[in-house]
């Protein structure tokens, strides 16, 4: 299976901050890598498919790069609504595994 | 908008199989372009990938549960169904399920999730 590893862990940060989490794959998997947004009791949510796009809906202060082993997704200014945990994902291949989740909150 | 609803038994005995159904409603199951999936959620843990299936009955099952695992789909109802037998105690998580859109739509990520149902080994 491939190993997506996430850091930070955590990440404490002001609303309006600039943030950026990184996930990096124990193999190289071009561009087949998302991220979801996830807060406690509610149903996750796809914010960046193919490593770069940006999902229907989702607000442009969330931006996506990376390809190979290692990938960024960047909140420009951070909003109250986006303390959340973000997990990575990849679907390079079989088991399409996650993250461990970088859980970003206030502070 | 397309919904997902996640129903079953909150609480399972051990060595018994867990059995999980997922609604579909506001769209039809019936697509060429998306599979439907199963994810689970242990508390401080990511997700886990359980598997997949299209309306057509092709499956992806994740390595580490296929003994173990099966998913169905019954169009006629519009829902699928997530069955694992031989539960223990590590297989208490919240499960989700959600639509998986093709690789040539959103990259085979998950763009529709239901809220998740917390299910619980014990006896």
């Known amino acids: 299976d491939i190993q997506m590893t996430q850091s930070p862990p955590s990440l404490s940060a002001s609303v309006g901050d600039r943030v950026t989490i990184t996930c990096r794959a124990s193999?190289?998997?071009?561009?087949?890598l998302n991220w979801y947004q996830h807060k406690p009791g509610k149903a996750p949510k796809l914010l960046i498919y193919?490593?770069?796009s940006l999902h229907s809906g989702v607000p442009s202060r969330f931006s996506g790069s990376g390809s190979g082993t290692d990938f960024t997704v960047t909140i420009s200014s951070l909003q109250p609504e986006d303390f959340a945990t973000y997990y990575c994902?990849?679907?390079?291949?079989?088991?399409?595994?996650f993250g461990q989740g970088t859980k970003l909150e206030i502070k | 908008q397309l919904q997902l609803q996640e129903s079953g038994p909150g609480l399972v005995k051990p060595s018994e199989t867990l059995s999980l159904t997922c609604l579909v409603s506001?769209?039809?199951?019936?697509?060429?372009?998306?599979?439907w999936g199963w994810i689970r959620q242990t508390p401080g843990k990511g997700p886990e990938w359980i598997g997949s299936?299209?309306?057509?009955?092709?499956?992806h099952y994740n390595p580490s549960l296929t003994s173990r695992v099966t998913i169905s789909v019954d169009t006629s109802k519009n829902q699928f169904s997530l069955k694992l037998t031989s539960v223990t105690a590590a297989d208490t998580a919240v499960y989700y399920c959600?639509?998986?859109?093709?690789?040539?739509?959103?990259?085979?990520?998950?763009?529709?999730w239901g809220q998740g149902t917390m299910v619980a080994v014990s006896s």
């Open positions: 959600a639509r998986r859109g093709e690789q040539w739509i959103v990259n085979e990520a998950f763009d529709i």
């Open positions: 299936i299209s309306y057509g009955g092709s499956t």
């Open positions: 193919a490593a770069s």
């Open positions: 193999q190289r998997i071009s561009t087949y």
């Open positions: 994902q990849q679907t390079y291949s079989h088991p399409h595994t």
């Open positions: 506001g769209g039809l199951i019936i697509s060429s372009s998306y599979y």
